[in-house]
């Protein structure tokens, strides 16, 4: 596609709840990124891939959260047992190596209540 | 972890007029810098990005400056338009890292 699409754009659910958020990329671009971004700060990373595999999960908080990629095209963010804690926007990003600029998709804002 | 600060909060300007947002890193190793502008409910959007073998890139209205000596970068927008009102972003990256490390950003008003 033209840009690179995530959804749902909102997702509100309750607290222990299982939740996933799903990323289409750039076609053609092999690098995927999460980030999650909290009110008034600046994206803070979680994982990327390169390809099919996550090079580097450093960044996901705790085993609640956990993605995948499984044709290296689209990508999915899951995470279990929903905390208020999670609420943030979730951001993904692709780009055609690890080294260039990312371009963002316009983020999944979840809510846990 | 990656300290990446921006000096002000928050930024307004008259239209018209040339605007400079301002970013200390703090990672020597950093080489890869680039400058994002987010408006509410969208993503970042890459506005410039300039590599450390460099110390000045220019592109449309926009002018990234580089001082490695100071770890220091900034933005030049020439000419602010109403539409340049965001947030901007400056964001690191190593050669040895897998992420870009984000500042806090800037809130930048344009006045009409």
């Given at each position: ?35 999650r971004q909290s009110l008034g700060q600046g994206p803070e990373f979680l994982i990327y891939f ?64 | ?23 200390a890193y703090s990672n020597s190793a950093s080489d890869y810098f680039i400058w994002y502008k ?75």
């Open positions: 596609g033209a840009g690179v699409s995530q959804t749902p754009s909102n997702k509100v659910t309750e607290k222990g709840k299982y939740v996933e958020l799903r990323c289409d990329p750039i076609s053609g671009h092999t690098a995927l990124y999460w980030y390169q390809g099919t595999g996550a090079a580097d999960d450093s960044g996901l908080p705790n085993d609640r959260f956990f993605a995948v990629r499984p044709e290296g095209s689209v990508s999915t963010l899951k995470i279990q047992r929903t905390e208020r804690g999670d609420s943030a926007v979730y951001l993904c990003a692709s780009s055609l190596s690890r080294r260039d600029g990312y371009t963002f998709g316009s983020g999944t804002r979840l809510t846990v209540v | 972890g990656e300290s990446v600060g921006l000096h002000l909060p928050t930024l307004s300007v008259q239209e018209g007029d040339n605007s400079i947002i301002n970013c987010q408006e509410s409910g969208k993503g970042p959007q890459f506005i410039i990005d300039i590599r450390s073998n460099m110390d000045k890139r220019q592109g449309q209205r926009v002018t990234v400056l580089l001082n490695k000596t100071v770890k220091h970068l900034s933005l030049q927008i020439a000419a602010t338009q109403p539409g340049d009102s965001a947030v901007y972003f400056c964001a690191e990256n190593m050669a040895t890292g897998n992420q870009f490390y984000f500042g806090t950003g800037t809130s930048l008003t344009v006045i009409p």
